[in-house]
């Protein structure tokens, strides 16, 4: 079947299950409560939903360790639920994009169970490896979440690999059995009419031949040998052509350190693997590589980031375009102000949605919500910011190890969504299965509802008018006064209309510069996140996006 492009005109929604909205009272997010916010999310303009994974599973990675991939768990509702979900969100024109995790399952995965047993076929599923003299692990390769990457398992007296957590044995997609599963799983959900995959890690599905050790310097030890490894685009071309290429669907993979030359690799339209990218680039302006690193916001390390994968892809292939997901601080607390919250939450959506590629909007993002302070680091959840705590800067005092994980968890973008200011944020009428922040009394959607000003109602705005753009779909991106540190301004042109979108990433007002050959007295203003105004200055924060007719 010849490859459908919808996805590029589309706008999806990410749902983080668990902490999403409750519909049964017992504390867990869950299908029922989506349901009942469907209008919402469609409110926003977006016609797509990605989740967050949903299957049965121990929850030692909130559900990214997944014990069995042809299921939905009973505490979000079981098949029953998804089924009138998807009937409800195909009715509304919404497609449904399910998270494929198969870069490794969790070890109560029934292949695994099997698997450190020798059962057969399940004795090649993951990837073993007796230990060395002296009990030595197979190589120096670390995990990305806990410590090293090999665990020994008793039961069947050898090592298996883990490139997250303990409990997150990586499959050995060597064996085509495993592929064959794989292959079983994308079946299943497009069978039953799911629209898509976002697909987990997939660039670490490759090992290099022999496990090789890696040098001892760098962060995350291993990592050349395993990503973007020797036979992922094999794999990738084989799901594509045995399963995707006959179903009405697309794909988004995921791809820690990537760039945009070796991204064509994978998602190059004549002959790439899957349609669209989840980069990292545009999430390392404030960190080096992980959150866990942080340095001092760049912008300019910003609109690198953005302008490369806008230029290099263009006309080639198609982004995928992202502030915020469940793995990362929240925006507003990362690369605006808390201080100019609204108006900086409007730039950082400016700053983005009017870029070439498919936006995704992720659950808070669209109020602005913040990064979460908890008192106490037992109260995180996530287990590599438990790791982090209890094993980094172990010799800090504990305020300032606190502190840190207030800039970097990812529990961060967990915390139930605030509905509402009454208890527990309208999340759930029971006892919610995880802390609310506490700014839910003053960020939050019924408030944002009532002010026609609010982040909330620009969100949508912002949208629609993406939509009514074609120069956004097809034009072409140039970026102005690149050497700015404070002011992100960049352009679309197409053959009917242009716009220049100009976002401040100041505290300070600023000259509100045009670049050459855009002119100012013909421009008209589309949107802004301020009434009106010295049309000569910028104020904090302030953003603006001009358009002129060109037929
Ligand atoms: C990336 C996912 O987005 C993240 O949440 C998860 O912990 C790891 N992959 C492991 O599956």
Same mark, same amino acid.
């Given at each position: 079947?010849?490859?459908?492009?919808?996805?590029?005109?589309?706008?999806?929604?990410?749902? +983080?299950?668990?902490?999403?909205?409750?519909?049964?009272?017992?504390?867990?997010?869950?299908?029922?409560?989506?349901?009942?916010?469907?209008?919402?999310?469609?409110?926003?303009?977006?016609?797509?939903?990605?989740?967050?994974?949903?299957?049965?599973?121990?929850?030692?990675?909130?559900?990214?360790?997944?014990?069995?991939?042809?299921?939905?768990?009973?505490?979000?509702?079981?098949?029953?639920?998804?089924?009138?979900?998807?009937?409800?969100?195909?009715?509304?024109?919404?497609?449904?994009?399910?998270?494929?995790?198969?870069?490794?399952?969790?070890? !109560?995965?029934?292949?695994?169970?099997?698997?450190?047993?020798?059962?057969?076929?399940?004795?090649?599923?993951?990837? +073993?490896?007796?230990?060395?003299?002296?009990?030595?692990?197979?190589?120096?390769?670390?995990?990305?979440? !806990?410590?090293?990457? +090999?665990?020994?398992?008793?039961?069947?007296?050898?090592?298996?690999?883990?490139?997250?957590?303990?409990?997150?044995?990586?499959?050995?997609?060597?064996?085509?059995?495993?592929?064959?599963?794989?292959?079983?799983?994308?079946?299943?959900?497009?069978?039953?009419?799911?629209?898509?995959?976002?697909?987990?890690?997939?660039?670490?599905?490759?090992?290099?031949?022999?496990?090789?050790?890696?040098?001892?310097?760098?962060?995350?030890?291993?990592?050349?040998?395993?990503?973007?490894?020797?036979?992922?685009?094999?794999?990738?071309?084989?799901?594509?052509?045995?399963?995707?290429?006959?179903?009405?669907?697309?794909?988004?993979?995921?791809?820690?350190?990537? +760039?945009?030359?070796?991204?064509?690799?994978?998602?190059?339209?004549?002959?790439?693997?899957?349609?669209?990218?989840?980069?990292?680039?545009?999430?390392?302006?404030?960190?080096?590589?992980?959150?866990?690193?942080?340095?001092?916001?760049?912008?300019?390390?910003?609109?690198?980031?953005?302008?490369?994968?806008?230029?290099?892809?263009?006309?080639?292939?198609?982004?995928?375009?992202?502030?915020?997901?469940?793995?990362?601080?929240?925006?507003?607390?990362?690369?605006?102000?808390?201080?100019?919250?609204?108006?900086?939450?409007?730039?950082?959506?400016?700053?983005?949605?009017?870029?070439?590629?498919?936006?995704?909007?992720?659950?808070?993002?669209?109020?602005?919500?913040?990064?979460?302070?908890?008192?106490?680091?037992?109260?995180?959840?996530?287990?590599?910011?438990?790791?982090?705590?209890?094993?980094?800067?172990?010799?800090?005092?504990?305020?300032?190890?606190?502190?840190?994980?207030?800039?970097?968890?990812?529990?961060?973008?967990?915390?139930?969504?605030?509905?509402?200011?009454?208890?527990?944020?309208?999340?759930?009428?029971?006892?919610?299965?995880?802390?609310?922040?506490?700014?839910?009394?003053?960020?939050?959607?019924?408030?944002?509802?009532?002010?026609?000003?609010?982040?909330?109602?620009?969100?949508?705005?912002?949208?629609?008018?993406?939509?009514?753009?074609?120069?956004?779909?097809?034009?072409?991106?140039?970026?102005?006064?690149?050497?700015?540190?404070?002011?992100?301004?960049?352009?679309?042109?197409?053959?009917?209309?242009?716009?220049?979108?100009?976002?401040?990433?100041?505290?300070?007002?600023?000259?509100?510069?045009?670049?050459?050959?855009?002119?100012?007295?013909?421009?008209?203003?589309?949107?802004?996140?301020?009434?009106?105004?010295?049309?000569?200055?910028?104020?904090?924060?302030?953003?603006?996006?001009?358009?002129?007719?060109?037929?």
């Amino acid at each position: 079947m010849e490859r459908r492009r919808w996805y590029k005109d589309m706008v999806f929604y990410q749902v +983080w299950p668990r902490s999403f909205k409750d519909g049964n009272g017992d504390g867990m997010g869950d299908l029922w409560g989506v349901l009942e916010k469907l209008d919402h999310i469609q409110s926003l303009g977006c016609d797509g939903i990605w989740f967050s994974p949903i299957y049965p599973s121990p929850g030692a990675d909130c559900g990214y360790d997944i014990s069995d991939y042809l299921d939905i768990a009973p505490e979000f509702g079981g098949m029953d639920a998804f089924r009138a979900l998807l009937d409800a969100a195909h009715s509304r024109n919404m497609k449904i994009v399910m998270d494929l995790v198969v870069n490794h399952t969790s070890d !109560e995965h029934e292949w695994f169970r099997k698997s450190r047993r020798r059962i057969e076929p399940y004795t090649d599923y993951y990837i +073993w490896r007796p230990a060395g003299p002296g009990g030595k692990l197979p190589n120096n390769w670390d995990s990305n979440f !806990e410590g090293k990457a +090999w665990t020994f398992d008793p039961v069947r007296g050898e090592y298996y690999l883990h490139l997250f957590a303990v409990k997150q044995p990586d499959l050995n997609m060597d064996n085509p059995l495993v592929r064959e599963e794989v292959k079983k799983i994308l079946r299943f959900w497009l069978d039953l009419g799911v629209d898509g995959f976002r697909e987990d890690v997939i660039t670490y599905i490759s090992k290099k031949d022999g496990l090789p050790n890696d040098h001892i310097f760098p962060i995350y030890k291993g990592m050349r040998h395993y990503n973007h490894g020797p036979r992922v685009h094999q794999y990738l071309a084989e799901f594509k052509q045995e399963v995707l290429d006959h179903y009405d669907c697309f794909t988004v993979a995921e791809a820690p350190l990537v +760039w945009p030359r070796q991204a064509l690799r994978y998602i190059r339209e004549e002959g790439g693997q899957i349609d669209m990218m989840i980069q990292f680039q545009c999430q390392c302006a404030d960190c080096l590589f992980t959150d866990y690193l942080p340095t001092k916001f760049s912008l300019r390390k910003l609109k690198r980031a953005y302008s490369s994968w806008q230029n290099r892809l263009r006309g080639k292939a198609w982004n995928a375009l992202y502030l915020e997901n469940h793995d990362h601080p929240r925006i507003v607390s990362r690369y605006g102000s808390e201080e100019y919250w609204a108006e900086s939450a409007k730039t950082l959506a400016a700053a983005y949605l009017f870029q070439q590629g498919t936006p995704f909007i992720y659950q808070g993002q669209e109020i602005g919500m913040i990064n979460w302070r908890p008192e106490s680091p037992e109260l995180y959840e996530d287990v590599q910011t438990r790791y982090n705590y209890t094993h980094s800067h172990t010799k800090e005092p504990a305020q300032k190890r606190l502190e840190r994980l207030w800039r970097s968890s990812r529990d961060s973008a967990r915390t139930p969504m605030q509905w509402d200011g009454t208890e527990n944020a309208g999340f759930t009428t029971g006892k919610p299965w995880f802390s609310v922040n506490d700014s839910f009394r003053r960020i939050n959607v019924a408030a944002q509802e009532a002010d026609p000003d609010s982040i909330l109602n620009f969100y949508r705005k912002a949208v629609a008018l993406r939509k009514r753009l074609s120069c956004v779909r097809h034009g072409v991106y140039r970026e102005h006064f690149r050497l700015s540190g404070r002011l992100y301004a960049y352009s679309m042109t197409g053959q009917k209309e242009r716009i220049l979108v100009l976002c401040s990433f100041s505290s300070r007002p600023m000259a509100c510069p045009f670049p050459r050959g855009f002119d100012r007295k013909t421009a008209r203003l589309l949107l802004g996140n301020y009434t009106a105004g010295a049309p000569e200055i910028l104020r904090p924060w302030e953003c603006r996006v001009y358009g002129w007719d060109l037929s």
